[in-house]
């Protein structure tokens, strides 16, 4: 029953942030946002109709191309919210700032990570914590450059970035990548943690997409500059 009513809420948790991006025409801005967005939806429904109708787990072929999917649209989306982000800056910063913060990303994993029987199913999970600590590296550092980029907490991209650094930290804080010995009773507990802070920002996505930018946020760098 618990893990209907979880699938329900993220079903139209997800529904509402589409509808959100869609008739706000947040889409135009962060198309590979919504896609990611959209993804889930599709994914949750496939899923769920894939037990419903055939009464066996989903094979674990496909569980891996979906999740390569998931991998590939996250990097699209962070790609998509630092070059946004970073365009005020100039080129060669716009440049540097994101290698920095991959490289750094990659030197954490490769310290944390286990290496020892790589495989596919392993190294997505590998991607997946690369993944979090980049949103977490993106947000510290987006946070301390919020005035330089002439943004505001309350700008589109800057709250979509946040929602996913906090996800993140909440995700590696809870212990949920590489972890040995837990009883299953961390695991539950683990899982719920995770839903119920994915479930908080994505509503708080939608509030926030839906309200306005504060003035200014939405102008190019060039129509900014030609206002002054």
Known sequence: MINHLIWAAG????????IV?????????????????????????ALAA???FSG???????????????VLLQCAVLTELTL???RPLGAIRRFTLPLLLLA????????LAPHHHLSLRSSLAISHFLLAVLMVEWGIVLAFLIGPLRLSF????AVIS???????????????????????????FFSFFRVCIYLVIVIFWSIMLWLAEPAGQTQSPAQQVGRK
């Open 154 to 157: 309350r700008s589109h991209v």
């Open 21 to 45: 991006l869609l008739v706000r025409r947040r889409a135009t801005r962060f198309p590979w946002f919504t896609l990611l967005i959209v993804f889930y939806l599709l994914r949750s429904v």
């Open 56 to 70: 066996h787990p989903v094979h674990q072929f496909a569980n891996t191309i979906v999740d390569l999917t998931d």
């Open 162 to 188: 946040f929602g996913f650094a906090i996800y993140s930290a909440g995700l590696l804080a809870g212990g949920g990548y590489f972890t040995t010995g837990r009883e299953m009773s961390d695991y539950v």
């Open 11 to 18: 079903l139209l948790a997800h529904l509402l942030l589409v």
């Open 104 to 111: 750094s990303g990659i030197l954490i994993v490769m310290r």
């Open 50 to 52: 894939t037990v419903r």
């Open 84 to 86: 946004i982000a970073l």
